[in-house]
């Protein structure tokens, strides 16, 4: 008897989710959820419905609704830096294209979040609020800076503006633009501000040879 209860104990353990995934589970259901209906609107009771766990369960891997939108927010972002680090891996032979896939990738991220979420945390969470700009930051300064210095060496990007210049006023740009109050006053999405943004930026700081390759 005691050997089959240690057989079936084994089993259960087996079938079992770990710990680990069931976080990413959790993380992955809610990042959903909040990206397209916001921070209010979602509640830690409707995520354990549509999980179809217990809220104990829910609780006993994230205490609190702010300690799930960090995980999700470091967990968005972990996406978009790989994906990033995928194209600057080879910006080297192709300055070019890789600006163009980088602008491509990051529309894409950036269509997953709509506007109630952004304006969400900035009222309620002011502090996952500027987690989000410190990301953001931090994977624009990172990825487009390499593109923008391999540009510079093959005269696909203007010389005479330095590429960490030309970063700080690509930042600066997404700082006064992309905030709830500005996108709901410009009539402007995540997605389609910072593309925006990009092409100001990049018709700025490339060279008449980088745009006739555009147009070819």
Same mark, same amino acid.
């Given at each position: 008897m005691a050997i089959r209860t240690s057989i079936l104990h084994r089993k259960r353990s087996a079938e079992a989710p770990s710990d680990d995934t069931l976080r990413r589970r959790i993380v992955a259901e809610s !990042?959903?959820?909040?990206?397209?209906?916001?921070?209010?609107? +979602?509640?830690?009771d409707d995520l354990a419905r549509e999980m179809a766990m217990s809220?104990?369960?829910?609780?006993?891997?994230? *205490?609190?609704?702010?300690?799930?939108? @960090?995980?999700v927010i470091n967990d968005k972002f972990r996406s978009i830096d790989t994906d990033l680090a995928r194209i600057t891996s080879a910006a080297s032979s192709d300055c070019l294209g890789a600006l163009q896939r980088l602008l491509a990738c990051v529309q894409g991220h950036m269509d997953e979040i709509r506007p109630p979420f952004l304006r969400d945390i900035r009222r309620e969470t002011p502090d996952?609020?500027?987690? +989000? @700009?410190? !990301? #953001? !930051? =931090? +994977?624009?300064?990172r990825h487009f800076g390499k593109v923008f210095l391999e540009g510079r060496r093959a005269g696909l990007i203007r010389q =005479? &503006?330095? *590429?960490?210049l030309a970063i700080? &006023?690509?930042?600066?740009?997404?700082?006064?633009?992309?905030?709830? *109050?500005?996108?709901? @006053?410009?009539?402007?999405?995540?997605?389609?501000?910072?593309?925006?943004?990009m092409r100001v930026v990049?018709?700025?700081?490339?060279?008449?040879?980088?745009?006739? !390759? #555009?147009? =070819?």
């Open positions: !990042r959903r959820h909040f990206f397209a209906h916001g921070f209010r609107s +979602v509640t830690m809220k104990k369960t829910l609780y006993a891997c994230f *205490p609190s609704k702010a300690a799930l939108i @960090e995980a996952l609020f500027a987690l +989000v @700009e410190t !990301r #953001r !930051r =931090d +994977v624009i300064q =005479d &503006i330095p *590429p960490k700080e &006023i690509l930042l600066g740009a997404v700082q006064a633009v992309m905030n709830p *109050p500005k996108m709901e @006053e410009l009539g402007l999405t995540p997605k389609n501000g910072f593309t925006a943004i990049l018709e700025g700081v490339t060279t008449e040879k980088a745009r006739s !390759r #555009r147009s =070819d």
